[in-house]
């Protein structure tokens, strides 16, 4: 197939890119720079909402779109997260419909349901998406998932697929679980110790490939692990904790994203503080991807002797 990947500039788009040229052909669209790209790839460098990436869709028979185009930097104001997540999503979605791409696989995360003490055992793919209640800044991610869903229920010519991924980590991940895991002295709450599912990057791979398969279309969950208490998975890094009271924790956060002194903001404490246990059922019945990596693989990049090579 000939697949279009949004996003293709960040560290996973490389990496999506790179495994599915050696079966499709592949051309990325991202704004920024992309360095060190082998030759069959093709890159333009526009914004998705103008009018040369219009361009890319007239003149290219495109049979895929892969939209990893989505911005997570919650320092970026509210306004142009809007702008640059919503009306580009809803600008691509334009160009799909109009273009006759027969596939289109968004993407999400796990984290549009939102952690919450209500939260259900299992979370599956019906459940509504709730986070922005808790959590504002992610507001322009929920409303990308969620537009995406009506375009799935409007275009019933195009296989339309999202995925929503559990705490992605690996070597190459820079989101906040990665870096909650590389810290040298990791603070939990007092009183909390949630149920976690980690993903790890090269297995996210493998599902967004098979996310490809003729036919595919709905929305799935997706982990790597079983549900483990968060005291294991810190057990296993092998380094020290300091327990630290709820409000506490929420008020000094507050005043270091305040003063730029932190890249997590206040919100994100309800993930080592309530259960987000995503049932994934569908997705293995489905795409047929068992994930190949351990806990124990998952967490060896992390662990406390192999600090040396991380820095907060």
Not at 49 to 67: G, L, M, Q, S, T
Not at 79 to 92: K, W
Not at 202 to 208: A, G, S, T
């Amino acid at each position: 197939m000939r697949i279009l990947i949004t996003g293709i500039a960040g560290r996973l788009g490389r990496r999506v890119a790179n495994r599915l040229r050696r079966n499709h052909e592949v051309i990325g669209i991202d704004r920024r720079p992309c360095p060190a790209l082998p030759t069959d790839i093709v890159h333009h460098r526009v914004d998705i909402r103008r009018r040369p990436a219009e361009d890319v869709f007239r003149h290219a028979k495109i049979d895929a779109v892969i939209h990893l185009g989505i911005i997570h930097n919650f320092r970026i104001p509210a306004e142009q997260l809007h702008a640059r997540n919503v009306m580009g999503t809803e600008t691509l979605l334009k160009y799909v419909s109009k273009y006759n791409v027969k596939k289109l696989v968004l993407l999400s995360s796990g984290d549009v349901y939102g952690a919450s003490a209500e939260n259900s055992q299992f979370i599956d793919e019906d459940v509504p998406l709730m986070a922005s209640q808790r959590f504002p800044e992610i507001r322009a991610l929920v409303a990308v998932d969620r537009m995406v869903q009506s375009f799935f229920w409007r275009h019933h010519d195009i296989e339309t697929v999202i995925l929503r991924p559990t705490f992605i980590v690996g070597p190459n991940v820079r989101n906040a679980p990665s870096k909650y895991f590389r810290l040298r002295v990791i603070p939990t709450l007092m009183g909390f110790d949630p149920m976690v599912q980690l993903l790890h990057e090269d297995d996210l791979l493998r599902m967004l490939d098979a996310s490809l398969k003729p036919g595919l279309r709905g929305v799935f969950n997706l982990a790597g692990t079983a549900p483990v208490p968060l005291s294991r998975i810190l057990k296993i890094l092998g380094k020290p904790t300091i327990p630290v009271p709820a409000p506490i924790a929420r008020a000094l956060l507050e005043r270091a994203w305040k003063y730029r002194l932190t890249s997590f903001p206040a919100p994100e404490l309800d993930h080592i503080r309530y259960n987000t246990v995503l049932d994934t059922s569908r997705a293995k019945e489905v795409l047929g991807i068992e994930p190949e990596r351990s806990l124990y693989e998952i967490l060896e990049p992390f662990r406390a002797e192999d600090q040396a090579d991380y820095t907060d």
